[in-house]
């Protein structure tokens, strides 16, 4: 099973941008590209929310609506490496994020952003905004 090492999180002002990267190890049977992979989110006292995804070549994502406009998920397939830019911050989006994996599904489609859909997790990145 691959295994997943966040970093890059911190504490910025409200306006300001960070960027978060997940570093993906190779398992037995697979490399970290065969692998779909998301951000999630959690603050403490509520459940994890999905952020975005991206699909193992890299030409698929989605960025939930009220992050949309800010937010861009990549991958670096040469490098292992997931990323997620972050801009424009708000106090609302502090949070502990996380790098998450699964296997593609059926037809090759990656599962949607619900936090039981992925198997794989990383350790988690604080990210805090001020005002």
């Known amino acids: 099973q691959v295994q997943l090492v966040e970093s890059g999180g911190g504490s910025v002002q409200a306006g300001g941008s960070l960027r978060l990267s997940c570093a993906a190890s190779?398992?037995?049977?697979?490399?970290?590209?065969?692998?779909?992979m998301a951000w999630f989110r959690q603050v403490p006292g509520k459940e994890r929310e999905g952020v975005a995804n991206?699909?193992?070549?890299?030409?698929?994502?989605y960025v939930v609506g009220s992050v949309r406009d800010r937010f861009t998920i990549s991958r670096d397939n040469a490098n292992n490496t997931l990323s997620l830019q972050m801009n424009h911050l708000k106090p609302e989006d502090t949070a502990i994020y996380y790098c998450?994996?699964?296997?593609?599904?059926?037809?090759?489609?990656?599962?949607?952003?619900?936090?039981?859909?992925?198997?794989?997790w990383g350790q988690g990145a604080q990210v805090t905004v001020s005002s």
């Open positions: 190779e398992s037995t049977y697979h490399t970290s590209n065969d692998y779909c």
């Open positions: 998450a994996a699964n296997l593609p599904g059926r037809g090759w489609s990656c599962p949607p952003l619900f936090q039981s859909k992925y198997n794989t």
């Open positions: 991206i699909w193992p070549g890299g030409g698929t994502t």
